[in-house]
């Protein structure tokens, strides 16, 4: 068994001259790679080796760099994700125990304030001395990774260079030639371990995306420009995908999605519109290394409603438990452990939440554990397993796992807030969304929008909730326990303090209708936003998706940006229509004249 970094070597020994990273015209070589590490490594170890190493950069070919060269000097890297708040990324590191942080750039203030040396990652030094990659054991920790706690804290988990190398061993990764992935999920997600070291191992070229966002028609542009093989969605994204414009993954051979339940109309959508695909359901938490089952769909005929999970990966074992850790029978629910390849080491620092989920595998013995995934499952006639829901308030948000208790905790830190609730609500476009409940203080009158932004400051965006609703207190059960159930369902954001102001302009008419077409609701006015109506990060994509089908451009950082439906489509610029298959059906919106010069000058004069 070796390390990332010498399973790397061996196959760069193998094709040095391959083109391993690129990004945009900037190209690495296995070789190339191979070497910059090398240098960089040499630099890091100028500084005491006390402790893992934080990344904080924009997605480039020297994050890949950085990533190798951290490996290579025997420590853990650990990603971070820039959307936490100052506060939230220092007791992150803090858990994590980093010593050091690699930048690409000149450090923020906020980062400067943490008193860590801060390497710049892009400063190459020639003649740097090899590092010697042979004296990091394969159980030594390769990266350190964040995900919520329902304990409010939240947990980091250590994931070892083994963990890695079994997951890229599988088959299913390096069955194709000239493998191409695109690597665009955020690099504090596990699937970016996929997206990079999986690709890497099996000696195929990673295509690095450099921005934080990625709608469907630069998705569509970058399959077919780039030639990509295989790509990661998520499962919401997916669906959004296979929803406005299927074509967009055409040309591509594997489609791994998941995070969530897959859609099975979903697959038909997609593998109708690119013959050929196979459409593949990863599942694993991130304490099993990214993937621990998989299910390849070739043809959706005779799948009820959802993808199955599928079969354990080379090396993993699954078992379906019940409450005493006996095996159920076939066809009934079980709570889903996983023992043996990919099983993290625990999480950091946090001994008795390690013991409580990484328990003895009693089936292996050898002093083995297996992981209490919390999922349940069943398995079906064919050894299948089926997803079937979770023991616990656990969720998947945009892909993250979410506890809402990380959230109660959170509020509770709050000397106005005397009580908090957090539940899961489903969107009208059938995404989750979170709903707090908060009883104020004695003498307090906290306002929403203002607990909104006060937990935007500590926690990442995806763990804030979309309402906060005060109460005078909450209902209890015949226990005197809070009972959720009856906690009312909260207003739709915003929708009842619009104005009700009607567009004033043909553009304005067309995006109110496209924001009621997405977000199914009546009506839109257009000095609201799109996420006060109710918007989220899916149906964003969905927006920008069906405004390109309409022949107007606007990016998923517009949406974001712009406060309201008509600052946004002042912002929209003319461009080819988008072949998607939801445009509305909405009047033809005639161009005045100033827009129809635009048009022309941007498009050409066949416009």
Not at 167 to 196: I, Q
Not at 231 to 248: D, M, N, R, S, Y
Not at 499 to 524: D, M, N, Q, Y
Not at 588 to 606: F, H, T
Request: aromatic residues 6%; glycine residues 10%; charged residues 20%.
């Amino acid at each position: 068994m070796s390390t990332i970094h010498e399973a790397l070597r061996a196959r760069t020994n193998r094709t040095p001259g391959a083109i391993a990273v690129a990004c945009g015209d900037h190209e690495l070589s296995y070789a190339e790679l191979d070497a910059a590490a090398d240098r960089l490594a040499a630099r890091l170890l100028r500084f005491e080796r006390t402790g893992p190493v934080g990344v904080l950069h924009r997605r480039s070919v020297y994050h890949v760099v950085a990533l190798l060269a951290v490996l290579k000097m025997g420590e853990a890297y650990v990603p971070i994700d820039p959307r936490l708040s100052p506060a939230a990324r220092a007791e992150f590191l803090r858990d994590a125990g980093v010593r050091i942080l690699l930048s690409d750039g000149a450090p923020s203030d906020a980062d400067a304030a943490l008193g860590l040396p801060i390497v710049d990652a892009r400063a190459d030094e020639a003649g740097g001395v090899p590092v010697d990659v042979g004296r990091v054991p394969p159980d030594a920790l390769a990266y350190l990774m964040r995900t919520s706690g329902s304990s409010g804290r939240p947990k980091v988990i250590g994931i070892s260079h083994r963990n890695v190398v079994d997951l890229a061993a599988d088959p299913c990764f390096g069955a194709e030639e000239k493998l191409r992935v695109l690597l665009h999920s955020a690099e504090a997600f596990d699937a970016s371990v996929f997206e990079l070291w999986v690709t890497l191992l099996n000696g195929g070229q990673v295509v690095l995306w450099p921005e934080p966002e990625l709608d469907i028609a630069t998705l569509s542009r970058l399959v077919t420009g780039l030639q990509l093989t295989r790509i990661w969605l998520t499962a919401g994204v997916f669906a959004a995908v296979a929803a406005e414009h299927p074509k967009a993954l055409r040309g591509l051979r594997e489609v791994w999605t998941g995070g969530d339940v897959v859609p099975v109309d979903a697959v038909r959508r997609v593998q109708a519109a690119g013959p050929g695909i196979s459409v593949v359901n990863g599942y694993g938490p991130t304490e099993t290394t990214v993937f621990a089952t998989s299910h390849a769909v070739d043809d959706p005929v005779g799948f009820t409603s959802d993808v199955p999970i599928g079969r354990p990966l080379l090396g993993v074992r699954a078992y379906v438990l019940d409450d005493n850790l006996w095996p159920v029978p076939q066809g009934q629910i079980g709570e889903l452990y996983i023992g043996g390849a990919g099983v993290a080491r625990g999480y950091e620092g946090q001994p008795a939440m390690t013991a409580e989920r990484f328990v003895a595998d009693p089936f292996n013995g050898e002093g083995s554990r297996m992981y209490r995934s919390g999922d349940l499952v069943r398995v079906g006639a064919d050894a299948v397993l089926h997803f079937a829901g979770r023991a616990d308030d656990q969720v998947k948000i945009r892909g993250f796992r979410v506890e809402p208790g990380e959230v109660e905790a959170a509020l509770l830190r709050f000397p106005d807030v005397a009580r908090a609730a957090v539940t899961v609500r489903e969107s009208g476009t059938g995404q989750r969304t979170l709903a707090a409940y908060v009883v104020p203080a004695e003498g307090c009158a906290p306002e929403p929008a203002e607990l909104r932004a006060r937990l935007g400051a500590h926690l990442p965006d995806y763990l804030v909730p979309e309402t906060v609703l005060p109460m005078v207190s909450f209902p209890v059960t015949a226990n005197g326990k809070l009972d959720r159930r009856a906690l009312p369902d909260p207003p739709v954001p915003g929708r009842a303090r619009g104005s009700g102001t009607t567009p004033g302009t043909r553009r304005e008419e067309l995006f109110a209708g496209l924001v009621i077409s997405v977000l199914g609701i009546a009506e839109a006015p257009v000095d609201q936003g799109f996420f006060e109506l109710g918007g989220d990060s899916i149906s964003a994509l969905r927006l920008v998706a069906r405004a390109a089908g309409a022949g107007w451009g606007i990016t998923l950082r517009d949406v974001f940006a712009w406060g309201t439906i008509s600052e946004l489509a002042k912002a929209a610029r003319p461009v080819r229509p988008l072949e998607t298959t939801a445009v509305p059906e909405l009047e033809p919106v005639p161009l005045d004249d100033d827009e129809l010069a635009m048009v022309q000058s941007e498009l050409g004069s066949d416009a």
